[in-house]
C-alpha cells in the first residue's frame, strides 16, 4: 500500500515559503521539490489562480489539492490499486482524478476531508473515510463504493449519476447526513443513520435508505428514486407516502448486501415481507430495525403513473 502524508506536503511548502517571500520564487522552487519527490509538475495557471484568490502560494488550497490529486493520479496510472491519505485536514476536492473509465482503487483518508470530497468519482474498489465529510460528498459520482466512519454535512451523494456507462456510486455514512442528501441524485445508493431536512431533493434516479431520525420535507420536487425512512417522516412537496410492498423488501436487500459485511448485518438472506427484522451493527453497536415500521416516498408523478 502506498502512503501518502498530505503534512508532507505542506512542510515543503512551508520551507520554500519560509526561505524567500517571492510567489514566482516559490512556485518555482515549490514545482521543481514536487517533480523531483513526487514526479509530477503544477500548471503555471495555478500559480495565478492562488495570487488572485488567496495572495499567497505555499499556503493555497489550489496548490494542495492540485498536488494531492496529481499524486493520487500518478499512483494509478503506476498500476497501484491501494493507497491510504494521511492528514488531510477538511482540505477541499481531494479524490478528484478525472479518469473517464473506471478505475481500480482502494483508497482509506485518515482524517476529515472538506467540500467535494470524491466529486466525480469513476472507480472499482472501495473508498473508506475514518473522519467526516463537508459538503458535496461525490458529487457528480458515477461508480464505486464509498464508506464514511462519520458524518457528512449537506448535500451528500449530490448529482449521483445514473448513465448508459454507470450505475452510480454507493454509500454507507455512519453518524447521519445533514439536508439534502441525494440531492437531485439520478442513481446508486446512500445508507445513512440520519438524514436532514429537504433530503432526496429533486431526486430522478437512486435509493436513499434512511435508518435514524429524519428531518422534515423529504423529496421535494422528485420525480423518480425512491426513499425509505421511518414512519413518521413528512414528504415534501410534489411527494408521496407509500406502504412498503415485496418488491421493495427486494430493493432494499440489494442496497443492504452491498455493505452486508460493513454492517455485520443478521437475518439479510432471509429478507422478505414475511421476515421484515434485522439485526444491523453500526459504530460498534448493534440494534433491531424492523422494516414494518417504515414507509417509502416516490414522486407524485410515479404514483400516479402506476395507478
Not at 26 to 31: C, G, I, K, P, T
Request: glycine share 12%; aromatic share 8%.
Amino acid at each position: 500500500m502506498y502512503t501518502l502524508d498530505i503534512d508532507e506536503i505542506r512542510e515543503l511548502a512551508n520551507s520554500i515559503g519560509s526561505s524567500t517571500s517571492n510567489l514566482d520564487e516559490q512556485f518555482e522552487r515549490l514545482n521543481s521539490a514536487l517533480n523531483k519527490k513526487f514526479g509530477i509538475v503544477l500548471p503555471k495557471g495555478l500559480k495565478r489562480a492562488s495570487h488572485e484568490k488567496f495572495m499567497d502560494i505555499v499556503s493555497s488550497p489550489l496548490i494542495y489539492e492540485r498536488t494531492v490529486n496529481s499524486i493520487l493520479k500518478r499512483k494509478v496510472k503506476e498500476g497501484e490499486t491501494n493507497i491510504k491519505l494521511k492528514n488531510p485536514r477538511a482540505l477541499y476536492r481531494i479524490g478528484i482524478l478525472g479518469f473517464r473509465e473506471p478505475i481500480k482503487l482502494n483508497l482509506m483518508i485518515e482524517g476529515n476531508v472538506g467540500n467535494f470530497f470524491a466529486s466525480g468519482c469513476n472507480f472499482i474498489g472501495t473508498w473508506t473515510l475514518n473522519g467526516h465529510a463537508e459538503n458535496g460528498l461525490a458529487d457528480k459520482g458515477y461508480s464505486g463504493k464509498i464508506i464514511v466512519n462519520g458524518f457528512a454535512t449537506e448535500l451528500a451523494a449530490q448529482n449521483n449519476q445514473a448513465t448508459d456507462f454507470s450505475l452510480g456510486v454507493d454509500i454507507l455514512v455512519r453518524k447521519g447526513c445533514m439536508e439534502r442528501a441525494m440531492g437531485q441524485a439520478r442513481g446508486g445508493s446512500l445508507i445513512t443513520f440520519g438524514a436532514g431536512y429537504n433530503s432526496g431533493l429533486y431526486m430522478s434516479g437512486g435509493i436513499l435508505l434512511n435508518l435514524g431520525h429524519a428531518g422534515q420535507s423529504f423529496g421535494p420536487g422528485m420525480v423518480g428514486g425512491v426513499i425509505y425512512s421511518m414512519k413518521g417522516t413528512t414528504p415534501g412537496e410534489g411527494a408521496t407516502i407509500q406502504e412498503i410492498n415485496n418488491l421493495d423488501y427486494t430493493i432494499i436487500f440489494q442496497v443492504l448486501k452491498k455493505f452486508e459485511k460493513e454492517l455485520n448485518i443478521e437475518g439479510l438472506n432471509n429478507f422478505s415481507s414475511k421476515n421484515p427484522i434485522l439485526w444491523i451493527t453500526n459504530d460498534g453497536k448493534m440494534e433491531r430495525y424492523d422494516f414494518r415500521e417504515y414507509i417509502k416516498i416516490v414522486s407524485i408523478l410515479d404514483s400516479s403513473n402506476k395507478e
